[in-house]
């Protein structure tokens, strides 16, 4: 089983349409999220991180659930400028105590549609 | 804002090459990594550095090594290039652990 897996897509989703994606982890050890943005031949980009009692930013909510291991995107009133690939982010302890590392899924391709 | 500088932008080198990837960050972060980006597989973590000339395997190191001397620079060592090691790689730097990342804006290689 992959350590972080997600959709990959494409969602293809109309303007102002509400879209969500969902991330699942495989360690229980994991403790820091994130959500990534990542643009055609760019680098990744922080969206936001992911907290235990679920976080807001905008139009933009994150949500964990360390029950059934995994993380959601939620996205409302999709703009096109949202088009992108989001990816989950999960961290992992490293070897040396203290050190973590972080995993990357592979990535849920978005396009909003005019 | 952090900024983390990868020294090349593009890269074309011969198979058997020695290769070094530089990657600068000016924010006196701990933790630097190296990723590298392929199609289908995503990012796959290639070595992390927590420390001034600590360095930690990642989950692809076979055919690479780092290193960090200064605590702003990391670079990634192609000893002797492959066909298979074309990619973009992508330097980040976090403040700490559990942190999020400041990802450069990489380095497409493309061994021939």
């Known amino acids: 089983r992959k350590e972080v897996e997600q959709d990959p897509g494409p969602f293809n989703v109309p303007e102002g349409a509400t879209v969500a994606f969902n991330c699942t982890y495989s360690n229980s050890a994991s403790q820091s999220f994130f959500w990534y943005r990542q643009d055609c031949r760019k680098e990744p980009k922080l969206l936001m991180s992911v907290y235990s009692s679920g976080n807001e930013d905008g139009r933009f909510t994150a949500q964990l659930n360390r029950a059934s291991q995994y993380i959601s995107l939620l996205i409302r009133d999709s703009k096109l400028s949202d088009s992108a690939t989001y990816l989950c982010v999960v961290n992992l302890p490293g070897t040396t105590s203290g050190t973590y590392k972080y995993i990357f899924g592979t990535g849920t391709r978005l396009k909003v549609l005019a | 804002d952090v900024k983390v500088t990868q020294s090349s932008r593009y890269l074309v080198k011969r198979t058997g090459e020695k290769v070094f990837l530089e990657c600068v960050q000016d924010m006196d972060h701990e933790n630097m990594f190296w990723y590298r980006q392929d199609p289908g597989l995503g990012l796959r973590l290639i070595y992390f550095?927590?420390?001034?000339?600590?360095?930690e395997k990642g989950d692809i190191p076979e055919g690479y090594s780092v290193s960090r001397e200064k605590k702003e620079r990391f670079s990634l060592i192609l000893e002797s290039a492959s066909t298979n090691q074309t990619s973009m790689y992508l330097c980040?730097?976090?403040?700490?652990?559990?942190?999020?990342?400041?990802f450069g804006s990489g380095t497409r290689l493309t061994v021939v």
């Open positions: 980040a730097s976090s403040l700490r652990s559990n942190y999020g990342y400041t």
């Open positions: 550095s927590y420390d001034v000339k600590m360095k």
